[in-house]
């Protein structure tokens, strides 16, 4: 996959300022809980989720941190070779700076690392911001699940393959 130091990836820091991505800390958790506030209206993670999120060595939480504030943060996990992109939230005044592709390209990393070659994540079909962040990604939609997230909101089901030669 494409790295940190590529081109694409040295403009889209530059365009987000001086944000720092790097792993989430326990002492991260009241700003994790208030970007889930600013990021959704429903279907928020609880407190306790994240908590548990931070705990896990299975789960990778990453944040975005400008000066002294998390104004990104995003979660993987993974089992048995498959990636899982569980969720990346970055806060409102933060977006359209390329953190939120910086976010998942770091969690991409992790995906390397951990030998999980397919991510798979799920989003809500009407959310234009995330479906063209994980498209822009190499993303591809693989399913639907129809009122996946109440009636009429359907989830598209989406798959990175990079052994099979997705673009990152
Ligand atoms: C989705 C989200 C994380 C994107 O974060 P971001 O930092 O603004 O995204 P980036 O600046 O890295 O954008 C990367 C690409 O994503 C796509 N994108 C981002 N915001 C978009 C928007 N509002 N409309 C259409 N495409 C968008 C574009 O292709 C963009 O590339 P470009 O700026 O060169 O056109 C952000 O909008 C967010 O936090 N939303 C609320 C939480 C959420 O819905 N999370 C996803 C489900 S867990």
Do not use: K
């Amino acid at each position: 996959m494409t790295g940190p130091s590529s081109a694409l990836d040295a403009v889209a820091a530059a365009s987000s300022g001086d944000a720092v991505i790097g792993p989430a800390l326990e002492a991260d958790l009241d700003a994790i809980v208030a970007l889930e506030s600013d990021g959704f209206d429903d279907g928020r993670w609880s407190r306790a989720s994240w908590a548990d999120a931070l705990a896990s060595g299975r789960v990778r939480v990453l944040v975005a941190r400008a000066g002294d504030e998390v104004v990104g943060v995003a979660g993987l996990s993974h089992v048995a070779g498959v990636a899982d992109l569980d969720r990346v939230v970055v806060r409102s005044d933060h977006r359209r700076r390329g953190l939120g592709r910086r976010l998942v390209l770091a969690g991409l990393d992790w995906a390397d690392g951990v030998g999980a070659g397919r991510v798979l994540l799920e989003v809500d079909a009407t959310n234009a911001p995330a479906v063209g962040l994980y498209e822009r990604l190499g993303f591809v939609p693989v399913g639907r699940r129809p009122g996946y997230y109440g009636p009429g909101r359907d989830a598209l089901v989406m798959e990175l393959n990079r052994a099979g030669g997705g673009q990152t």
